[in-house]
């Protein structure tokens, strides 16, 4: 004959949940405390209270007993007059530096380009001096003297202060502050305004042109007709450059920007031609290894337009000057966002159901004025030999 078991008898009391005779412990809110039962041996005191009192590097919790019981109740008493009132000495000390490490561990884990991290890890530096304030002691008006003073741009403020809150939302995450401060922050409303770029104009593409035989006026143009960034370029793999179907791929920075197409116009192609055999033959495994550091371009640069009287210009203005000129003469704006890698995320339509195909990216681009055409405002192509 089978026996069955009659399930155990479960009930609440005033000192948690009772099954089949066995005290059982409530749950508690996180950081709260935990009350544990100690079953290795009788003990008098059997019940532990254990309280959260801080986290270590890795953000894992430390924690520490404050005291065994009789029963059970008084251990959760125990909690609860430790929560309203702890000592000094146990109360936590995170401080703003290690939270500040946490969000760089953060950030190498979401995969954040060289780019991003370099600048927070400049932000670090720039608020280094509140490293050993206590977390839970500092507050907005700590940082605020660093925008009061600043002579960076609004946006660069911006992105400032945007490192300096995501610290706080973190250590809001840990519990270590209740809310966060630092969205507090004010950004003067007269800080200095975008830099506007300075493109370069028909009359000053037209110069380069004709200096084309030169390796900074050579770089320039490649700049100012793929609209590239400067670091692009400079970590372009070779394996990425596809010479006989015109287009590169590679980019940076956004989500939008990696792993891009970049067509080749005609008109280039020569100069991308010749560094990529030199490259070749070199063994290296970017296009400009050995040819020039960015910062010796970025030097040379400026230092070509003022001899060729051409004005300011700083290697971004490639950049602006490359959309200026697409958006002229009428490419599709989703053609031009796809080629600089601009997201479309406000654009449903554009983000999710266009299609564009790498031969519509080279014809284009073919479209772009150079040589006597940019000062005739005629479109031509270059005939360049194939590979």
């Given at each position: 004959m089978i026996n069955k078991r009659k399930a155990p008898i479960r009930y609440y009391s005033d000192r948690g949940l009772v099954i089949g005779g066995y005290i059982m412990a409530m749950k508690r809110a996180n950081g709260s405390g935990t009350v544990y039962k100690m079953k290795h041996k009788q003990l008098r005191k059997p019940y532990r209270a254990v309280v959260t009192y801080g986290y270590d590097a890795n953000g894992k919790?430390?924690?520490?007993?404050?005291?065994?019981?009789a029963t059970q109740k008084e251990a959760y008493t125990a909690l609860a007059l430790y929560s309203t009132n702890p000592p000094q000495e146990e109360q936590r000390?995170?401080?703003f530096g290690q939270c500040f490490e946490w969000r760089i561990e953060?950030?190498?884990?979401q995969g954040l380009s060289a780019g991003r991290m370099k600048i927070i890890h400049t932000i670090q530096k720039m608020v280094g001096h509140l490293n050993n304030i206590e977390m839970k002691n500092i507050r907005a008006a700590h940082f605020q003297p660093i925008f009061d003073n600043s002579t960076h741009t609004k946006s660069y403020q911006k992105l400032i202060k945007a490192i300096?809150?995501?610290?706080?939302?973190?250590?809001v995450k840990q519990e270590i502050i209740p809310r966060n401060y630092f969205s507090d922050i004010i950004i003067n409303k007269n800080a200095t305004p975008i830099k506007k770029a300075n493109i370069f104009s028909n009359s000053a593409l037209y110069a380069l042109w004709q200096h084309s035989d030169d390796i900074i006026a050579k770089l320039t143009l490649i700049y100012a007709y793929?609209?590239?960034?400067?670091?692009?370029?400079?970590?372009?793999?070779?394996?990425?450059?596809h010479l006989k179907e015109r287009y590169m791929v590679g980019g940076s920075k956004t989500e939008a920007g990696k792993d891009r197409c970049i067509p080749i116009a005609e008109c280039i192609y020569p100069f991308i031609k010749e560094l990529y055999q030199q490259a070749k033959f070199k063994r290296v495994e970017c296009l400009l290894d050995k040819v020039i550091h960015k910062d010796t371009y970025r030097r040379e640069m400026q230092r070509m337009c003022q001899n060729l009287n051409l004005g300011e210009h700083k290697p971004h203005d490639t950049r602006h000057t490359?959309?200026?000129?697409?958006?002229?003469?009428g490419i599709d704006e989703?053609?031009?966002?796809?080629?600089?890698?601009?997201?479309?995320?406000?654009?449903i339509t554009q983000e999710v159901y266009t299609h564009k195909t790498i031969q519509q990216y080279i014809d284009a681009v073919n479209r772009l004025p150079y040589g006597e055409a940019l000062l005739k405002g005629e479109q031509r192509l270059s005939n360049a030999d194939e590979i």
């Open positions: 919790a430390i924690r520490k007993s404050i005291g065994t019981f000390k995170i401080t953060e950030a190498e884990r300096i809150v995501s610290v706080g939302t973190l250590a793929t609209g590239l960034r400067l670091n692009e370029l400079q970590t372009m793999k070779l394996d990425s450059i490359f959309i200026s000129m697409a958006s002229n003469i989703i053609i031009i966002k796809r080629i600089v890698g601009h997201s479309s995320k406000d654009n």
